[in-house]
């Protein structure tokens, strides 16, 4: 069971930044495809970024493209978000979530498809707003 605690969600206005964490458990940011997902109300859930197990790539989706990064560190089994030139659109739940299985690169049709994940953290809330 792989547990996922997002932090560093808040208030920003809009141009603002925001870095968002997720702490896994064990070694699952070394051994799993990740990603992070967003939420608004009303909405269905989207992906937003992803990272190779072996951080030799990332993907992004076209809305964030430019805008967010992500990262991870694992020694400290933390994934990031880093958030720039936020939107007043973007407020939203993020959460971040673990391929299912180890070791494997989703395909690329696959990356951002929130049903295929199997394990997800609580979500951490962004508020973009003036």
């Known amino acids: 069971q792989v547990e996922l605690v997002e932090s560093g969600g808040g208030s920003v206005q809009p141009g603002g930044s925001l870095r968002l964490s997720c702490v896994a458990s064990?070694?699952?940011?070394?051994?799993?495809?990740m990603a992070w997902f967003r939420q608004a109300p009303g909405k269905e859930r989207e992906g937003v970024a992803g990272?190779?197990?072996?951080?030799?790539?990332?993907a992004y989706s076209d809305s964030v493209k430019g805008r967010f990064t992500i990262a991870k560190d694992n020694s400290k089994s933390t994934l990031y978000l880093q958030r720039d030139n936020l939107k007043p659109g973007e407020t939203a739940m993020y959460y971040c979530?673990?391929?299912?299985?180890?070791?494997?690169?989703?395909?690329?049709?696959?990356?951002?498809?929130?049903?295929?994940?199997?394990?997800w953290g609580q979500g951490t809330q962004v508020t973009v707003s003036s």
């Open positions: 979530a673990a391929w299912g299985s180890q070791h494997t690169i989703p395909l690329p049709h696959r990356r951002m498809n929130s049903s295929l994940y199997t394990d």
């Open positions: 064990g070694d699952t940011t070394a051994s799993h495809y």
């Open positions: 990272i190779y197990y072996t951080a030799s790539s990332t």
